[in-house]
């Protein structure tokens, strides 16, 4: 990854306190896994952005890199990396995504 890119990237990340690397748009997923994000994040009422991978194949391939996780979608919550798909699920399951949200959108 160049230095451009992660600084990209940085930037992207440090100014959303909600941000979904995705494929398409909050308002036109391209892939289920996508979908199932922005379904949850949309459930808890919370604001988020998001960034389409597929109109941006560095961001698409940098991403992966950045995180260290190989699929999208990845969601960032206050600067750091959450998880895919299966992780918000999982932890929206049980009632943690909620409070991670609510302390990242009080601070």
């Known amino acids: 990854m160049t230095p451009e890119l992660k600084e990209r990237i940085d930037h992207l990340v440090k100014q959303n306190k909600i941000l979904v690397f995705m494929k398409g748009t909050k308002l036109m997923p391209q892939c289920g896994f996508s979908n199932n994000v922005v379904q949850i ?26 995180s260290n996780w190989p699929t999208i979608p990845q969601v960032y919550i206050n600067g750091e990396f959450v998880g895919g798909s299966d992780v918000l699920i999982e932890q929206y399951q049980k009632g943690e995504l909620q409070q991670i949200v609510e302390v990242a959108l009080a601070s």
């Open 41 to 66: 994040l949309n459930t808890l009422g919370v604001p988020f952005e998001t960034v389409d991978v597929l109109a941006d194949y560095e961001i698409r391939q940098g991403i992966k890199e950045y």
